[in-house]
């Protein structure tokens, strides 16, 4: 039969951890910015891939044929990106 551990009493010196306070965190600051832009972005580029595609390639560039789509995805990927500085 395996012997059981030891157990170490509990130190008389133990001191109880300090109350934590709380912190309230200013949502209401800065970067009011950032959300009607991100989805700009993405409305921006969905409406620019839609249109694409409902004009046959006609619109909204007809130079850039199917680079079109990457313009649109170009567009969804800078809201991406501007999303990230959401706090």
């Given at each position: 039969?395996?012997?059981?551990?030891?157990?170490?009493?509990?130190?008389?010196?133990?001191?109880q951890p300090e109350k934590r306070t709380t912190t309230?965190?200013?949502?209401?600051?800065?970067?009011?910015?950032?959300?009607p832009l991100m989805l700009s972005m993405?409305?921006?580029?969905l409406a620019w891939i839609v249109v694409y595609y409902v004009t046959q390639a006609d619109l909204p560039i007809e130079?850039?044929?199917?680079?079109?789509?990457?313009v649109g995805f170009g567009f969804i990927a800078v809201g991406f990106v501007v999303s990230t500085q959401w706090k």
């Open positions: 039969m395996p012997k059981s551990r030891i157990r170490k009493k509990k130190d008389d010196s133990y001191a309230k965190i200013d949502m209401g600051s800065g970067r009011r910015w950032v959300a993405f409305v921006i580029g130079s850039l044929e199917d680079w079109n789509i990457v």
